[in-house]
């Protein structure tokens, strides 16, 4: 990649960052764009990374910084001192920065002072929230970004609010949708159906956020939350790394009607919550994906980025105390949805995308 080609450099590095990337790299690809992706290596375990791009198809990346986990300020220092030679050798014309993750505000941070343009997919989001290391990094990135992609009309507004130009936002969608949609025909319902063998409803609960996780009093609520949850109904874990030894401390392992299993990957994971009664997690991507499956959702947490989840899905928020009884509506049939889902969640995010970019190279040949 030279300086005078149009040329895009991605930059992702844990979980949630794959699915928001595939539908934009392919997109691109179909234009015709030279691009390049670079990996931070934020997530390195074979459940959090590596099964996610064979699953996505994503492409091999060009580099692996190798980054690993540490405290927010190591990892977010380690990111910035490595990500800027490589971004200053590369001289793309425009650098793609996904979600809200430490190699997110990393990319954004070093690509400002290299004065290199940014896009940032899922701008605007906002929990107002600065406890969650991620709504710092939303703040930030944004505030440093030349494009920002917003999925929902709520994230527009939070944009323009704090000032941001109004012909720099697009509402373009949601790449997350494009990517489960482009995947429900390969789910890999088998090894759902082996993790959910002589069950006949089942609820799946994912739990990584540091306020349900990192500290006891936290753990042991949580593991509470689930206690009466599986007396309602048998529980699918799939458990993320982060919390699994604060949790089983909590008493995890004694719970019967609790399966607790690796973390899945992005075909298997699906497949499972497709077909569950109701799904209870703390993560941000989940919301999204159970209201484009019409699944209840019961997300463990005070407030949530995603509103439109909410508004025009399948997305309660609730405190763990308050899980089971709202699990039990959604078991009783009675979970109130709205007809409208989100707008624009229409799996065509990645070509509007796409299509921005590409209009954004043509205007920075001139
Ligand atoms: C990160 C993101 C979070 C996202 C989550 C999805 C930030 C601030 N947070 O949180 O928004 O929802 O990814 O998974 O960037 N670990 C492993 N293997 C790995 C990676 C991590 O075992 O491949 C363990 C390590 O003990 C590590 C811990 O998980 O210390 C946390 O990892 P880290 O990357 O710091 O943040 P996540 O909690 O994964």
Wanted: aromatic residues 4%; glycine residues 8%; proline residues 7%.
């Amino acid at each position: 990649m030279t300086g005078d080609e149009r040329s895009v450099l991605h930059i992702a590095g844990a979980r949630p960052n794959f699915p928001k990337l595939g539908p934009v790299w392919r997109a691109l690809e179909r234009r015709g764009v030279r691009q390049t992706l670079i990996h931070t290596g934020q997530h390195y375990d074979d459940s959090l990374s590596d099964s996610f791009f064979r699953d996505l198809d994503l492409p091999t990346p060009r580099l692996n910084l190798g980054i690993g986990s540490g405290s927010h300020a190591q990892q977010t220092a380690s990111l910035i001192s490595a990500l800027e030679r490589p971004i200053a050798e590369l001289k793309p014309s425009i650098v793609v920065l996904y979600g809200d993750i430490n190699s997110t505000l990393g990319g954004a941070v070093v690509c400002a002072k290299l004065n290199i343009p940014t896009a940032h997919v899922e701008a605007g989001l906002r929990s107002f929230d600065r406890s969650m290391p991620e709504e710092i990094n939303r703040v930030l990135v944004d505030t440093l970004a030349d494009l920002l992609f917003a999925t929902s009309p709520d994230a527009v507004a939070n944009l323009a609010r704090e000032g941001v130009r109004p012909g720099s936002i697009h509402f373009v969608g949601n790449p997350m949708v494009d990517s489960l949609l482009h995947a429900l025909p390969r789910l890999d319902a088998q090894t759902a159906q082996e993790l959910t063998r002589g069950l006949e409803s089942y609820a799946v609960v994912t739990l990584h956020r540091p306020a349900n996780v990192d500290q006891d009093a936290s753990a042991a609520e949580s593991v509470a939350m689930l206690d009466e949850l599986s007396r309602l109904v048998p529980v699918i874990l799939p458990l993320h790394p982060r919390g699994k030894q604060q949790l089983e401390s909590a008493g995890l392992s004694d719970l019967t009607r609790v399966r607790m299993v690796e973390p899945l990957s992005y075909l298997r994971f699906l497949a499972l919550v497709r077909e569950a009664s109701l799904v209870v997690t703390d993560s941000g991507g989940i919301q999204e994906e159970t209201t484009a499956l019409g699944i209840p959702c019961i997300t463990m947490r005070p407030n949530t980025e995603r509103p439109v989840t909410i508004t025009h899905g399948t997305n309660r928020l609730a405190d763990p105390q308050d899980v089971a009884r709202l699990a039990g509506v959604a078991l009783s049939g009675l979970w109130q949805t709205p007809h409208e889902p989100p707008p624009l969640w229409d799996g065509r995010a990645g070509e509007r995308i796409a299509a921005l970019v590409e209009d954004f190279l043509a205007k920075s040949l001139r």
